[in-house]
């Protein structure tokens, strides 16, 4: 039984329902400083997650190439198409967020929530590790921290953060599905590059919760398909030459 999965998914969905509910209790001030500390969290997720990292040349491979294919088939415009698709059907139904933001702060914070809660590689490898062995560590550890994210979040985006669990279900839910074929594919040494790319993602993800730089999150997602293979890659084809 995924209770892995479900765990995460439920951490995003009730998190998100009772920052709607309750996000008119708290100052702008107090979710502001809150939500610079879990973007601090995520930066040293993503700092701990890089010390893995084996493989740099392999890794920044990854992580260019994935960015330069994302922003060459748009898809952070892409999601954030699928995210306004989800903000206006939810809006016939339910209040959506604060309206003293403006809409393109808005869909920036949707994006980054939607990369956070989807495309993390805690999340990903989390979910593989749980299809593969049964640990369901990694991602129980990651629904703490997603249920304070997401309850923050939802103060100014509304319940729309809880509807993003349906895609996070569906992708964490394929993946444990599947793991029985990717591990056996992996060895440690790719597992940790993977790692190690998922953390140039929580690292890019801090920037913009902190609101340093909007690092093109969504756009940096293919890296985390690339990585595993250019570390296959530079180990058996590459340094042998070398």
């Known amino acids: 039984m ?12 009730i998190g998100g329902i009772i920052g709607a509910a309750g996000g008119g209790l708290l100052s702008e001030d107090f979710k502001e400083k809150l939500n610079m500390i879990f973007g601090l969290c995520a930066m040293s997720m993503g700092i701990s997650s890089i010390a893995l990292m084996e493989n740099m040349p392999a890794v920044v491979f990854a992580v260019i190439i994935g960015t330069v294919a994302g922003l060459a088939i748009h898809l952070g415009d892409r999601i954030n198409a699928a995210g306004g698709w ?20 808005y869909m920036a914070s949707l994006q980054t929530v939607i990369v956070l809660f989807c495309a993390s590689g805690t999340g990903i490898y989390g979910s593989i ?9 990694i991602l ?13 979040f939802a103060c100014n985006l509304g319940v729309i953060v809880s509807l993003i669990g349906i895609p996070q279900l569906v992708i964490f839910l394929a993946l444990y599905a599947l793991a029985g074929v990717i591990y056996p594919l992996t060895t440690p040494v790719m597992v940790n590059d993977f790692k190690a790319c998922g953390g ?7 920037f913009r919760m902190i609101r340093v730089k909007m690092f093109p999150t969504a756009d940096m997602i293919p890296a985390m398909i690339l990585v595993m293979p250019a570390s296959w890659f530079w180990v058996d084809v590459v340094l042998p030459l070398l």
Do not use: Q, W
């Open 129 to 137: 590790v749980a299809g593969m062995n049964g640990d369901h560590s």
């Open 200 to 206: 140039f993602l929580l690292l890019a993800i801090g």
């Open 140 to 152: 129980i550890a990651k629904s703490i921290l997603d249920f304070f994210t997401s309850l923050i």
């Open 2 to 13: 995924p209770v892995g999965v479900i765990a995460e998914v439920l951490s995003v969905v």
């Open 86 to 105: 989800m903000v206006g059907l939810a809006g016939k139904f339910l209040k959506n967020g604060n309206s003293a933001i403006s809409r393109e702060e």
